[in-house]
């Protein structure tokens, strides 16, 4: 099995490589603006230094997110156009996941939450118990109004950390890394588990304004 | 014929998602999936709900072109992909899924501009482009004027609209009258039954000190509104057919004033017309007239191949590819405001890059 996975919707343009016992190449780098330079430069790297052709890819796994919309549609549109040519199948990974367990690789404990920067003074967000499981989300919400259901417990990622002041037990890992979404997706699919279809989680219905009736443009 | 280059080209800068296929100046499919029933609520494009339809469209999209077209994407010689002007966000959707194809394909990638695809669209219905040709671009997002030797790296702008696109004024005016949107295909079809005779709109920029090329369409719109309201004010059926035949009347006498002006200047005897606008009847017939008069040889494609669509990113490209023009580079970004004068966005570390580049595509 070699998967390439990859995600694009938050800050973080990450991308890696699992042989199906590791992850054996990775590349993540932090800018918010330049998703569409950077991700397929990013692939071409993982599997330059991994040594790998394309048509040896098993499998892709991309993040779903959530995360802002346009970043996000270059991680999705660029799995489905890879699988696509390659004919090798596409899997959906919440990006929460990766980030959780990446958390759970830096030795957070308990009951935790990941939580991503969702703009709007919002963020995006889901709850994990003491196993690494998902119990809750994802959503959108305001911190405010989930700092009482965290109650202090560890809440990780950029946008537990950008709402400290609110989210307090906001704590690093700050970003998600594509090797634990693709060590997420490797266990996942050798357990035969399933994966989500690779299809975005936007969580918020298109900002679209109904244009008030046209304007008169005789004087009153 | 068959040694022509063959490539796939995807056009997400609007509302359609459009992937052609083209050997040389042949086109072999046309595949278009439109959101336009999404926004047709909203009474113009809503950019979000366009990049969430581009995105579930792409794939099923591409497949349909290859399937229409007969070929498998291994043939394909090259992918062609609108980098700009257009919606950021819909645009890097295209850009996006080109780059994932060409990488994974293991061909060159070439990033066009989308005026430009316009303009070379014509190819695939009249042959290559005379040099040189005179093109009138007119649609919801354009109105240009543009002067091309070589399509595929000379375009020079003579003039453009200072306010709205003509497209615009349509979608405007069939809202003044209650029409609907997009207003283009229905106000030609209500002007039909009208005169365009009927009322005197004004038209704009054409002054003796005016500039010579340029457009403007806003006064125009004000000025259906205003006799419009004052009809409806004063209790008067407002005539639908006349005022949608007169303000017609109006943007295609400047827009073929112009152009066939703009002609006659620089000594061009082929002009196309392209963009959605050019589907309009009137437009077309009134080119037709004057050009006849002028001596000047009239190039307008299709209505389905003036509107945004794949095939005229897979004409450009397959132009580009038999000129042996330089590829794109992996890390190309879409450009919302790509100039009109970039034909397209060559790799900036030059062709030892895209030489490395396709190398690697086809080896790997
Ligand atoms: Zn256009």
Same mark, same amino acid.
């Given at each position: 099995?070699?998967? %390439?996975?990859?995600?694009?919707?938050?800050?973080?343009?990450?991308?890696?490589?699992h042989?199906?016992?590791?992850v054996?190449?990775?590349?993540?780098?932090?800018?918010?603006r330049?998703?569409?330079?950077?991700? %397929?430069?990013?692939?071409?790297?993982?599997?330059?230094?991994?040594?790998?052709a394309?048509?040896?890819l098993?499998?892709?796994?991309?993040?779903?997110?959530?995360?802002?919309y346009?970043?996000?549609?270059?991680?999705l549109?660029?799995?489905?156009?890879?699988?696509?040519?390659?004919?090798?199948?596409?899997?959906?990974?919440?990006? %929460?996941?990766?980030?959780?367990?990446?958390?759970?690789?830096?030795?957070?404990?308990?009951?935790?939450?990941?939580?991503?920067?969702?703009?709007?003074?919002?963020?995006?967000?889901?709850?994990?118990?003491?196993?690494?499981a998902?119990?809750?989300?994802?959503?959108?919400?305001?911190?405010?109004?989930?700092?009482?259901?965290?109650?202090?417990a560890?809440?990780?990622?950029?946008?537990?950390?950008?709402?400290a002041?609110v989210?307090?037990?906001?704590?690093?890992?700050?970003?998600?890394s594509?090797?634990?979404?693709?060590?997420?997706a490797?266990e996942?699919?050798?357990?035969?588990?399933?994966?989500?279809?690779?299809?975005?989680l936007y969580?918020?219905?298109?900002?679209?304004?109904?244009?008030?009736?046209?304007?008169?443009?005789?004087?009153? | 014929?068959a040694?022509?280059?063959?490539?796939?080209?995807?056009?997400?800068?609007?509302d359609?998602?459009?992937?052609?296929?083209?050997? /040389?100046?042949?086109?072999?499919?046309?595949?278009?999936?439109?959101?336009?029933?999404?926004h047709?609520?909203?009474?113009?494009?809503?950019?979000?709900?366009?990049?969430?339809?581009?995105?579930e469209?792409?794939?099923?999209?591409?497949?349909?072109?290859? &399937?229409?077209?007969?070929?498998?994407a291994?043939?394909?010689?090259?992918?062609?992909?609108?980098? /700009?002007?257009?919606?950021?966000?819909?645009?890097?959707?295209?850009v996006?899924?080109?780059?994932?194809y060409a990488?994974?394909?293991?061909?060159?990638?070439?990033? =066009?501009?989308h005026?430009?695809s316009?303009?070379?669209?014509?190819?695939?219905e009249?042959?290559?482009?005379?040099?040189?040709t005179?093109?009138?671009?007119?649609?919801?997002?354009?109105?240009?004027?543009?002067?091309?030797?070589?399509?595929?790296s000379d $375009?020079?702008?003579?003039?453009a609209?200072?306010?709205d696109?003509?497209?615009?004024?349509?979608?405007? =005016?069939?809202? =003044?009258?209650?029409?609907?949107f997009?207003?283009g295909?229905?106000v030609?079809? @209500?002007?039909?039954?009208g005169?365009?005779?009927?009322?005197r709109?004004?038209?704009g920029?054409?002054g003796p000190?005016?500039?010579?090329?340029?457009?403007?369409?806003?006064?125009l719109?004000?000025?259906?509104?205003?006799?419009?309201?004052?009809?409806?004010?004063? /209790?008067?059926?407002?005539?639908?057919? &006349?005022?949608?035949?007169?303000?017609?009347?109006?943007?295609? &006498?400047?827009l073929?004033?112009?152009?066939?002006?703009?002609?006659?200047?620089?000594?061009?005897?082929?002009?196309?017309?392209?963009?959605? $606008?050019?589907?309009?009847?009137?437009?077309?017939?009134?080119?037709?007239?004057?050009?006849?008069?002028?001596?000047i040889?009239?190039?307008?494609?299709?209505p389905?191949?003036c509107?945004?669509n794949?095939? @005229?990113?897979?004409?450009?490209?397959?132009? @580009?590819v038999?000129?042996?023009?330089?590829a794109?580079?992996?890390?190309?970004?879409?450009?919302?405001?790509?100039?009109?004068?970039?034909?397209?966005v060559?790799?900036?570390h030059g062709?030892?890059?895209?030489?490395?580049?396709?190398s690697?595509?086809?080896?790997?």
């Open positions: 099995m070699l998967l %390439l996975a990859f995600d694009t919707a938050t800050p973080a343009v990450t991308a890696a490589l042989d199906g016992t590791t054996v190449a990775e590349s993540t780098r932090i800018d918010a330049r998703h569409g330079e950077l991700l %397929l430069p990013a692939i071409d790297r993982v599997l330059r230094d991994a040594g790998a394309k048509g040896d098993t499998a892709l796994a991309v993040g779903v997110g959530p995360g802002p346009t970043g996000l549609r270059v991680g549109v660029t799995a489905a156009a890879l699988g696509h040519a390659l004919g090798i199948p596409v899997h959906g990974v919440c990006t %929460l996941d990766g980030l959780a367990r990446a958390a759970r690789a830096e030795g957070v404990t308990g009951p935790f939450a990941a939580v991503t920067d969702a703009r709007r003074k919002e963020v995006y967000w889901a709850a994990y118990d003491e196993h690494g998902r119990v809750s989300g994802p959503d959108v919400d305001r911190p405010a109004d989930i700092a009482d259901r965290l109650a202090g560890p809440a990780v990622g950029a946008g537990a950390l950008l709402h002041g989210l307090t037990g906001a704590r690093g890992p700050e970003h998600v594509a090797g634990h979404l693709a060590a997420h490797a996942r699919l050798a357990a035969g588990g399933d994966l989500l279809p690779p299809v975005p969580l918020r219905r298109p900002d679209a304004q109904v244009p008030a009736g046209y304007k008169a443009v005789l004087p009153a | 014929m040694d022509e280059p063959l490539v796939l080209g995807i056009e997400t800068s609007c359609e998602t459009g992937v052609g296929v083209v050997r /040389g100046t042949t086109l072999l499919a046309d595949a278009v999936a439109s959101s336009v029933d999404e047709a609520r909203f009474g113009g494009v809503v950019p979000e709900v366009a990049s969430r339809a581009h995105l469209a792409m794939v099923p999209t591409v497949q349909r072109a290859l &399937d229409q077209a007969g070929v498998t291994a043939d394909l010689d090259g992918i062609a992909v609108t980098a /700009g002007p257009g919606l950021a966000g819909a645009l890097l959707v295209g996006s899924a080109a780059k994932a990488y994974a394909l293991g061909k060159p990638l070439y990033g =066009v501009n005026l430009a316009h303009i070379c669209v014509s190819q695939l009249h042959g290559r482009l005379p040099e040189p005179m093109a009138l671009l007119v649609s919801g997002g354009h109105s240009s004027l543009l002067l091309t030797e070589d399509i595929t $375009v020079r702008p003579l003039g609209t200072i306010d696109a003509a497209g615009e004024a349509f979608d405007k =005016v069939a809202r =003044v009258l209650g029409l609907g997009p207003g295909p229905v030609d079809r @209500m002007a039909r039954e005169d365009p005779e009927a009322i709109f004004p038209r920029l054409t000190r005016d500039p010579e090329y340029d457009f403007s369409f806003s006064g719109k004000t000025a259906v509104a205003r006799w419009v309201e004052q009809k409806r004010r004063a /209790g008067e059926d407002v005539p639908v057919a &006349d005022v949608a035949a007169s303000f017609q009347e109006a943007v295609t &006498d400047v073929t004033r112009k152009a066939v002006k703009a002609c006659r200047a620089n000594g061009v005897d082929h002009l196309m017309i392209g963009g959605g $606008v050019a589907a309009n009847s009137r437009l077309r017939a009134m080119a037709e007239e004057r050009c006849e008069r002028a001596g040889r009239l190039r307008v494609p299709r389905g191949l509107t945004d794949g095939a @005229m990113v897979a004409a450009l490209g397959a132009e @580009m038999r000129r042996g023009r330089d794109s580079a992996l890390d190309l970004s879409a450009d919302s405001s790509l100039p009109v004068t970039e034909v397209s060559p790799d900036p062709a030892v890059h895209a030489h490395a580049h396709h690697l595509g086809g080896g790997a």
